[in-house]
T-cell receptor
Framework: KAGVTQTPRYLIKTRGQQVTLSCSPI?????VSWYQQTPGQGLQFLFE???????NKGNFPGRFSGRQFSNSRSEMNVSTLELGDSALYLC?????????????FGPGTRLLVL | GNSVTQMEGPVTLSEEAFLTINCTYT??????LFWYVQYPGEGLQLLLK?????DKGSNKGFEATYRKETTSFHLEKGSVQVSDSAVYFC??????????FGKGTLLTVNP
């Protein structure tokens, strides 16, 4: 079974631009979560989507948003990019059935904001 | 809120040495506990997990036991290899299915 895939793997943007990252979960997984990883703040939860609905949201400004499609694929969008948004963005999927709560991560999208 | 504290690195060991990375947590309720590993330039890979007190997770020679009385989930391996060099993250998942991570421990194993 294919793992979690994320596109693109690398991205360079300039301040003020916006960016959209994509995540395809493991087949059959219905929940997708997004995390930001930076050297200073470590791994921080952004949000979780399940059945096209945002179920949880971390402590990030409204510039960070996401959505989930009917096939469980998810996108996250960051508008008005700031230098501090440079990070590795990780997507994780979970089957979301009973106690099948393990999250499986993709390889990440490395975003550099100049 | 939930939090995870793991030992600061970096940790440098010789091949075949014994490894311990300490991890303690603060959480309400009964969280599940995880160890993830991150190799350079890659995402996180699940190493092992435990979902209730006294459970022992194990994989590839690594072990960790869920100790509710000491709120700990220390990672151990009896004999490390060069290929174990990576960053190790302890994490917990509470009832909201959000993962809370420790800051990570960089392990370097020298031949």
């Amino acid at each position: 079974k294919a793992g979690v895939t994320q596109t693109p793997r690398y991205l360079i943007k300039t301040r003020g631009q916006q960016v959209t990252l994509s995540c395809s979960p493991i087949s059959g997984h219905r929940s997708v979560s997004w995390y930001q990883q930076t050297p200073g703040q470590g791994l921080q939860f952004l949000f979780e989507y399940f059945s096209e609905t945002q179920r949880n949201k971390g402590n990030f400004p409204g510039r960070f948003s996401g959505r989930q499609f009917s096939n469980s694929r998810s996108e996250m969008n960051v508008s008005t990019l700031e230098l501090g948004d440079s990070a590795l963005y990780l997507c994780a999927s979970r089957i979301s059935q009973g106690n099948q709560e393990t999250q499986y991560f993709g390889p990440g999208t490395r975003l550099l904001v100049l | 809120g939930n939090s995870v504290t793991q030992m600061e690195g970096p940790v440098t060991l010789s091949e075949e040495a014994f490894l311990t990375i300490n991890c303690t947590y603060t959480a309400t309720g009964y969280p599940s506990l995880f160890w993830y590993v991150q190799y350079p330039g890659e995402g996180l890979q699940l190493l092992l997990k435990a979902t209730k007190a006294d459970d022992k997770g194990s994989n590839k020679g690594f072990e960790a036991t869920y100790r509710k009385e000491t709120t700990s989930f220390h990672l151990e391996k009896g004999s490390v290899q060069v290929s174990d060099s990576a960053v190790y993250f302890c994490a917990l998942m509470g009832s909201n299915y959000k993962l809370t991570f420790g800051k990570g421990t960089l392990l370097t194993v020298n031949p």
